[in-house]
Each structure stands twice: as structure tokens, then as C-alpha cells.
């Protein structure tokens, strides 16, 4: 089945751009998310990424896709202390709408 | 728009018990999704509901059943409880029919075995 890998922590200061990276294993995956989980939240989707783009732009998020290696990132640019929290990676299958999660990373933002 | 939710928020049983937890599904929404996470992890995926029926199963042992009503609520139930089944259970929703299936998240229900 797929399995889902991320980096488990990044820190950046605030103003910087933060890079989060995620690689998948199923070449098959027909969409890939981004979900943002702060503490004793639940999971907030951020943007999604259809397989067959390259690049997908959303005010301060930019992801990209790297298909042939799959790899995906998300881009957070100006990051401020608010972005603070867990950001998961997730591919869909060509099947039915069920996710694999990876463990997630944790991004702290210091002022 | 209320968005998914959940209820209980917390809950606490004791080995061995039974639970019922609940989800009322984004509106417009007709597909329920079940995730199971522990702490640290990722969620992990425990069923899925469309049309009233268990259409999709991750590895989670028959304990494990839910259902979901014509109003496309959903329940999960998990019986014999283990120790190892404390972890935030979070139901997602979604529409059948967009081509993304994208699931949103409800803030979870923490169960705590002990």
C-alpha cells in the first residue's frame, strides 16, 4: 500500500519562508493534500495538488510536485508565528477518497 | 456553515467497555471517513461510509464497526476496549461527486482507555 514520509521537524524565524517536504511511494496517487493540525485541534485543509500539475499557487502557499520522484513540498512564504503547528502530507488512491497520512512535521515559527 | 462535528469531545472507559462516537457531516457532504490518531502520528484510516454502507476498510480489527443514517450521520462504535485504543478519533466528510474528495475535519473526539 502507500506509505508517506515528511521530515518530522523544521524551524524557522519569522518573515522566512518555510519548505516542508513529504515523498510518496504510489505512483497511482491521484491527489495529494496538505493538512495543518494545531494543538488538540482537528486537521484544517490548506491546499491540494491535482497529480498531473506541477505547481499550485495559493496567497502565501506554493506546492509542488515532483511526479517522476515523487516528491511534494509546501511552500509557506512570510511564515509568521501563527503558522505554528503540525502540517501533514496526504495522497489520495485512484479509488475511492481515503487518505495516507504521513507522520506529519512540526514547524516552529520563533519571533 | 457549521463544518463537521463530533461529539463527545472527551470521553474516558475502562478496559473492556464499549463506545459510541458521533459525526454530523459538512453540509452537502454525503460521504463519512473514520481516522484513527495516536499521539505523534499520523491519522490512520479506519472506514469509510457512502449510501448507508461500509464501502472502504483500513486494518482495524471487526471491534471496530460504524454506521451511517439516511441523514448521512455517522457513528463509530469500537467494543473491547484495549489500552492501545486511546488516541483522538477524527471523522472527515466529503462530496462523492467532486473530482478532488476533499475531506474535511472535524476537531475529533479524544478517547482515553484506561
Known amino acids: 500500500g502507500e506509505d508517506v514520509e515528511q521530515s518530522l521537524f523544521l524551524s524557522v524565524r519569522e518573515g522566512d519562508s518555510s519548505v516542508i517536504n513529504c515523498t510518496y511511494t504510489?505512483?497511482?496517487?491521484?491527489?495529494l493534500y496538505w493538512y495543518k493540525q494545531e494543538p488538540g485541534a482537528g486537521l484544517q485543509l490548506l491546499t491540494y495538488?491535482?497529480?498531473?500539475?506541477d505547481m499550485k499557487q495559493d496567497q502565501r502557499l506554493t506546492v509542488l510536485l515532483n511526479k517522476k520522484d515523487k516528491h511534494l513540498s509546501l511552500r509557506i512564504a512570510d511564515t509568521q508565528t501563527g503558522d505554528s503547528a503540525i502540517y501533514f502530507c496526504?495522497?489520495?488512491?485512484?479509488?475511492?477518497?481515503?487518505?495516507?497520512f504521513g507522520k506529519g512535521t512540526m514547524l516552529l515559527v520563533s519571533p | 456553515d457549521a463544518g463537521v462535528t463530533q461529539s463527545p469531545t472527551h470521553l474516558i472507559k475502562t478496559r473492556g467497555q464499549q463506545v459510541t462516537l458521533r459525526c454530523s457531516p459538512k453540509?452537502?457532504?454525503?460521504?463519512v471517513s473514520w481516522y484513527q490518531q495516536a499521539l505523534g502520528q499520523g491519522p490512520q484510516f479506519i472506514f469509510q461510509?457512502?449510501?448507508?454502507?461500509?464501502?472502504q476498510r483500513g486494518n482495524f480489527p471487526d471491534r471496530f464497526s460504524g454506521h451511517q443514517f439516511p441523514n448521512y450521520s455517522s457513528e463509530l462504535n469500537v467494543n473491547a476496549l484495549l489500552l492501545g485504543d486511546s488516541a483522538l478519533y477524527l471523522c472527515?466528510?466529503?462530496?462523492?461527486?467532486?473530482?478532488?474528495?476533499?475531506?474535511?475535519f472535524g476537531p475529533g473526539t479524544r478517547l482515553t482507555v484506561t
Open positions: 472527515a466528510s466529503s462530496w462523492e461527486r467532486r473530482r478532488g474528495g476533499e475531506q474535511y
Open positions: 504510489d505512483s497511482s496517487s491521484t491527489y
Open positions: 495538488i491535482f497529480s498531473n500539475m
Open positions: 496526504a495522497a489520495k488512491d485512484s479509488g475511492y477518497s481515503t487518505l495516507t
Open positions: 453540509s452537502g457532504h454525503d460521504t
Open positions: 461510509y457512502y449510501e448507508e454502507e461500509e464501502r
